[in-house]
Protein backbone atom coordinates (compact mmCIF):
# COMPACT_ATOMS: atom_id res chain seq x y z
CA UNK A 1 0.00 0.00 0.00
CA UNK A 2 2.95 2.10 0.68
CA UNK A 3 4.55 1.74 -2.54
CA UNK A 4 1.19 2.78 -4.61
CA UNK A 5 1.27 6.00 -2.39
CA UNK A 6 4.65 6.79 -3.34
CA UNK A 7 4.08 5.34 -7.03
CA UNK A 8 1.09 7.87 -6.83
CA UNK A 9 2.47 11.17 -5.26
CA UNK A 10 5.47 10.74 -8.04
CA UNK A 11 2.93 10.44 -10.49
CA UNK A 12 0.13 12.45 -9.74
CA UNK A 13 -1.24 12.25 -13.69
CA UNK A 14 -1.43 8.61 -13.49
CA UNK A 15 -3.40 9.10 -10.56
CA UNK A 16 -5.83 11.15 -11.83
CA UNK A 17 -6.24 8.84 -14.62
CA UNK A 18 -6.51 6.06 -12.17
CA UNK A 19 -9.16 7.61 -10.38
CA UNK A 20 -10.94 8.88 -13.96
CA UNK A 21 -11.10 4.97 -14.57
CA UNK A 22 -12.82 3.73 -11.63
CA UNK A 23 -15.73 6.65 -11.49
CA UNK A 24 -15.94 5.45 -15.08
CA UNK A 25 -16.52 2.22 -14.21
CA UNK A 26 -18.34 2.12 -11.54
CA UNK A 27 -20.86 4.64 -14.08
CA UNK A 28 -21.10 1.86 -16.18
CA UNK A 29 -22.03 -0.94 -13.72
CA UNK A 30 -24.68 1.98 -12.57
CA UNK A 31 -25.61 2.21 -16.32
CA UNK A 32 -25.70 -1.34 -16.50
CA UNK A 33 -27.78 -2.07 -13.43
CA UNK A 34 -30.18 0.74 -14.24
CA UNK A 35 -31.26 -0.53 -17.56
CA UNK A 36 -31.35 -4.03 -16.07
CA UNK A 37 -34.42 -2.73 -13.18
CA UNK A 38 -36.06 -0.94 -16.59
CA UNK A 39 -35.54 -4.37 -18.57
CA UNK A 40 -36.69 -7.09 -15.98
CA UNK A 41 -38.46 -5.44 -13.17
CA UNK A 42 -40.19 -2.65 -14.84
CA UNK A 43 -40.80 -4.04 -18.06
CA UNK A 44 -42.28 -1.20 -20.16
CA UNK A 45 -42.77 -0.85 -23.67
CA UNK A 46 -39.13 -0.29 -25.32
CA UNK A 47 -37.75 -1.53 -22.04
CA UNK A 48 -34.17 -1.32 -23.78
CA UNK A 49 -34.21 1.97 -25.14
CA UNK A 50 -35.98 3.70 -22.00
CA UNK A 51 -33.40 1.51 -20.08
CA UNK A 52 -30.28 2.65 -22.31
CA UNK A 53 -31.19 6.37 -22.08
CA UNK A 54 -32.09 6.55 -18.37
CA UNK A 55 -28.80 4.09 -17.69
CA UNK A 56 -27.01 6.67 -19.52
CA UNK A 57 -28.76 9.52 -17.34
CA UNK A 58 -27.83 8.15 -14.54
CA UNK A 59 -24.18 7.29 -15.14
CA UNK A 60 -23.38 10.80 -16.65
CA UNK A 61 -24.88 12.18 -13.42
CA UNK A 62 -22.36 10.20 -11.40
CA UNK A 63 -19.55 10.94 -13.54
CA UNK A 64 -20.36 14.71 -13.50
CA UNK A 65 -20.66 14.94 -9.84
CA UNK A 66 -17.47 12.42 -8.82
CA UNK A 67 -15.38 13.85 -11.86
CA UNK A 68 -16.07 17.28 -9.65
CA UNK A 69 -15.17 16.38 -6.22
CA UNK A 70 -12.84 13.13 -6.94
CA UNK A 71 -11.23 12.64 -10.03
CA UNK A 72 -10.25 16.15 -11.51
CA UNK A 73 -9.17 17.00 -8.18
CA UNK A 74 -5.36 18.15 -8.39
CA UNK A 75 -2.53 20.53 -9.20
CA UNK A 76 -3.29 21.95 -12.64
CA UNK A 77 -7.01 21.27 -12.28
CA UNK A 78 -9.60 24.04 -12.50
CA UNK A 79 -13.21 22.46 -11.01
CA UNK A 80 -14.85 26.49 -11.46
CA UNK A 81 -15.79 26.25 -15.22
CA UNK A 82 -17.42 22.79 -14.55
CA UNK A 83 -19.57 23.65 -11.64
CA UNK A 84 -21.16 26.39 -13.97
CA UNK A 85 -23.88 25.70 -15.84
CA UNK A 86 -21.63 26.06 -19.49
CA UNK A 87 -19.36 23.55 -18.02
CA UNK A 88 -22.26 21.16 -16.69
CA UNK A 89 -23.44 21.39 -20.63
CA UNK A 90 -20.55 20.56 -21.92
CA UNK A 91 -19.83 17.74 -19.99
CA UNK A 92 -23.06 17.05 -21.02
CA UNK A 93 -22.46 17.84 -24.49
CA UNK A 94 -18.89 15.65 -24.62
CA UNK A 95 -20.70 13.25 -23.15
CA UNK A 96 -23.43 12.76 -25.95
CA UNK A 97 -20.46 12.97 -28.58
CA UNK A 98 -18.81 9.96 -26.78
CA UNK A 99 -22.17 8.28 -26.97
CA UNK A 100 -22.60 9.02 -31.12
CA UNK A 101 -18.56 7.88 -31.56
CA UNK A 102 -19.36 4.54 -29.67
CA UNK A 103 -22.81 4.30 -31.49
CA UNK A 104 -21.66 4.71 -34.91
CA UNK A 105 -18.79 2.54 -34.62
CA UNK A 106 -20.74 -0.19 -33.60
CA UNK A 107 -22.79 0.55 -36.47
CA UNK A 108 -19.55 0.48 -38.88
CA UNK A 109 -17.48 -2.22 -37.07
CA UNK A 110 -20.59 -4.80 -36.36
CA UNK A 111 -22.87 -4.05 -38.77
CA UNK A 112 -20.89 -2.90 -41.63
CA UNK A 113 -17.95 -4.78 -41.70
CA UNK A 114 -19.15 -7.80 -39.50
CA UNK A 115 -16.68 -7.75 -36.58
CA UNK A 116 -17.40 -9.49 -33.71
CA UNK A 117 -19.19 -6.98 -31.68
CA UNK A 118 -17.42 -7.22 -28.38
CA UNK A 119 -14.21 -6.84 -30.47
CA UNK A 120 -15.71 -3.46 -31.73
CA UNK A 121 -17.00 -2.45 -28.56
CA UNK A 122 -13.88 -3.23 -26.28
CA UNK A 123 -12.07 -1.28 -29.14
CA UNK A 124 -14.62 1.49 -29.14
CA UNK A 125 -14.92 1.88 -25.15
CA UNK A 126 -11.07 2.49 -25.06
CA UNK A 127 -11.19 5.08 -27.98
CA UNK A 128 -14.23 6.95 -25.87
CA UNK A 129 -12.56 6.69 -22.28
CA UNK A 130 -9.96 8.55 -24.17
CA UNK A 131 -12.17 10.74 -25.73
CA UNK A 132 -13.98 11.55 -22.59
CA UNK A 133 -11.01 12.45 -20.72
CA UNK A 134 -8.80 14.68 -23.03
CA UNK A 135 -11.74 16.54 -23.76
CA UNK A 136 -12.81 17.00 -20.00
CA UNK A 137 -9.09 17.17 -19.08
CA UNK A 138 -8.64 20.37 -21.89
CA UNK A 139 -12.23 22.11 -22.30
CA UNK A 140 -13.41 21.55 -18.43
CA UNK A 141 -10.96 21.19 -16.29
CA UNK A 142 -7.89 22.58 -17.35
CA UNK A 143 -6.14 25.93 -15.75
CA UNK A 144 -6.67 28.92 -17.98
CA UNK A 145 -4.28 31.03 -16.25
CA UNK A 146 -1.88 32.64 -18.01
CA UNK A 147 1.72 32.64 -17.21
CA UNK A 148 3.71 35.53 -17.40
Not at 112 to 118: D, R, S
Request: with cysteine; aromatic share 16%; hydrophobic share 55%.
Amino acid sequence: MKFLKKFFEKHPGLWEIFKFLVVGGVATVIDFVVMALVEYVWKPAYAEIIGTGLGFLCGLVFNYFLSIIFVFTGKGNNSAKAKTASGATLFIVLSVIGLGIHLLGMYVGYDLCHINEWVVKIVLTLVVLVFNYVTRKKLIFANKEKKA
